[in-house]
T-cell receptor
Framework: AQKVTQAQTEISVVEKEDVTLDCVYE???????LFWYKQPPSGELVFLIR??????QNEISGRYSWNFQKSTSSFNFTITASQVVDSAVYFC???????????FGQGTTLQVKP | GAGVSQSPSNKVTEKGKDVELRCDPI?????LYWYRQSLGQGLEFLIY????????KSGLPSDRFSAERTGGSVSTLTIQRTQQEDSAVYLC??????????FGQGTRLTVV
């Protein structure tokens, strides 16, 4: 069975703080994809990043960074120097190679206060 | 179009009525997905279309739900005899060769 767990339901930080969103997944597949999506108050899901299971290299994009550790089945997302515009619900998702169904976690609501 | 387009953006219907929700995927995308997001809940997979293959309907919650995709492009999700628990945001997404899916703005369905 495949499952994605985002244990943090809500996180509140003050602007400029760093924040890490946790994601733990379960799968029996050896090849799969992991994703992060952002859902701002407007409601549209915005794709942030895709990571292949065979590529454990961490990635940084501006203030965003992702830490993929296959050994612990985790794919955590860190926002450095958070801003009010980062306030949103963030979803981690898993999908099997060559299949379409995305399995989403329950989401983490991030509130960044000025 | 530039992105996934869904219509209507909002729909209020009376319990027992049928509704149709439309999704126009990104041009050239072969895969199309429907998800449902209930208030304060995560995203629930409903159905997945890939090219000419038989759709994966494993997420449809009951036989009141059906979906079709005509000509490999536009898709319609139909809910018959709507119930109050059907109230949710219905999200459509599409993807190409890359596995990441791009989502539309969603249709907010309210059953009264």
């Amino acid at each position: 069975a495949q499952k994605v767990t985002q244990a943090q339901t809500e996180i509140s930080v003050v602007e400029k703080e760093d924040v890490t969103l946790d994601c733990v997944y379960e799968t029996r597949d050896t090849t799969y994809y992991l994703f992060w999506y952002k859902q701002p108050p407007s409601g549209e899901l915005v794709f942030l990043i895709r990571r292949n299971s065979f590529d454990e290299q961490n990635e940084i994009s501006g203030r965003y960074s992702w830490n993929f550790q296959k050994s612990t089945s985790s794919f955590n997302f860190t926002i450095t120097a958070s801003q009010v515009v980062d306030s949103a619900v963030y979803f981690c998702a898993l999908n099997r190679l060559h299949t379409g169904k995305l399995i989403f976690g329950q989401g983490t609501t991030l509130q960044v206060k000025p | 179009g530039a992105g996934v387009s869904q219509s209507p953006s909002n729909k209020v219907t009376e319990k027992g009525k049928d509704v149709e929700l439309r999704c126009d995927p990104i041009s050239g995308h072969t895969a199309l997905y429907w998800y449902r997001q209930s208030l304060g809940q995560g995203l629930e997979f409903l159905i997945y279309f890939q090219g000419n293959s038989a759709p994966d309907k494993s997420g449809l919650p009951s036989d009141r739900f059906s979906a079709e995709r005509t000509g490999g492009s536009v898709s319609t999700l139909t809910i018959q005899r709507t119930q109050q628990e059907d109230s949710a945001v219905y999200l459509c997404a599409s993807s190409s060769d890359h596995p990441e899916a791009f989502f539309g703005q969603g249709t907010r369905l309210t059953v009264v």
